[in-house]
């Protein structure tokens, strides 16, 4: 049987194209009645318009706008990051392997996307940066609270760290609480211990609230769970730590280059050395005997 021809009111289409709605109402279309409330259900939830209204640059530079979000951004996946280290070392604690795996894999695509955070900046000249620099004033990443506890959870414990947020109470409070908590990677050998490796009961009762130095008995318990037959959940553990600990040095390497070319060797604000600082946390390795036993397997 021969099809009707299309005519001008009923144009042909493609065999599997639904074609888009044109008017509210349709079976398709947004609900945009959610409109005459004071506010929609989205920004209820996200809070979109207080994060869009948090900026306040204090020069004349459009430069600066990028500067402040950007930094306001990596607030926030220091945040998230925070949450997923927190959990999988609350995980550690309880024998639960699965969800502490889950936590760790989120936190490296968070790191990522941490780490991407550095593009609009990477490439400021010394011109470009110091027009809007004078705006910081004595500020200066260092002194970000959040950042501090993501160190602390990597066991680079100071207490001289909380000095300059004596007057801020409330993260006061809750880095101090940090600083004398077990570091996710605490939890990771007390987890070892528990399943009968061999870990030092000096490291085990080490006093967590001081910095973790690196201990050649944890060293070879690494070196004998990564040459042991097979794959082993332990080094699928080991794994996911070295993800986290290969994005955290490239965190500092990102942030080492971008204030590198922006400022040279000068003096960093809130009285850092700038870059002679930065180069030193560089060199430093997150969960260090990770990385070291590999040369005895």
């Given amino acids: 049987m021969s099809q009707p021809s299309p005519t001008a009111s009923t144009p042909p289409r493609a065999a599997g194209v639904v074609p888009a709605p044109a008017e509210t109402g349709t079976p398709f279309a947004p609900d945009l009645s959610i409109g005459s409330r004071h506010t929609t259900p989205y920004e209820d939830y996200v809070q979109a ?5 948090l900026q306040h640059p204090l020069s004349d530079d459009p430069g600066e706008m990028v500067f402040l979000v950007t930094t306001q951004v990596m607030e926030l996946w220091f945040t998230v990051i925070v949450h997923e280290w927190q959990t999988a070392a609350e995980a550690l604690r309880r024998d639960d392997l699965p969800v502490a795996m889950d936590a ?12 991407a955070s550095w593009q609009p900046l990477a490439r400021l000249t010394p011109t470009q940066f110091n027009a809007y620099r004078s705006a910081l004033g004595e500020g200066s990443g260092f002194q970000s609270a959040m950042y501090r506890r993501m160190e602390f959870l990597l066991g680079e414990k100071s207490a001289a760290m909380l000095v300059p947020h004596r007057g801020a109470p409330r993260e006061h409070a809750e880095l101090a609480k940090a600083l004398d908590e077990p570091s996710l990677w605490d939890e990771v050998l007390r987890l070892l211990a528990r399943r009968g490796h061999p870990v030092p009961d000096a490291v085990l009762r ?11 008995a944890v060293e070879a318990v690494w070196a004998g769970i990564y040459a042991g037959s097979g794959e082993s959940e332990l080094v699928r553990l080991g794994e996911a730590l070295t993800d986290v600990g290969e994005l955290v040095w490239r965190w500092r390497n990102d942030h080492l280059v971008a204030t590198r070319r922006a400022m040279g060797a000068k003096m960093g604000t809130g009285g850092s050395a700038g870059v002679a600082w930065l180069e030193k946390r560089a060199r430093k390795s997150v969960f260090p005997e990770l990385w070291t036993a590999r040369s005895y397997v």
């Fill in 49 to 53: 318009g207080v994060l869009t209204h």
């Fill in 206 to 216: 080490r006093d967590p609230a001081l910095r973790y130095e690196p201990d050649r």
């Fill in 104 to 115: 760790l894999k989120r936190s490296a695509h968070e790191l990522t996307a941490l780490n």
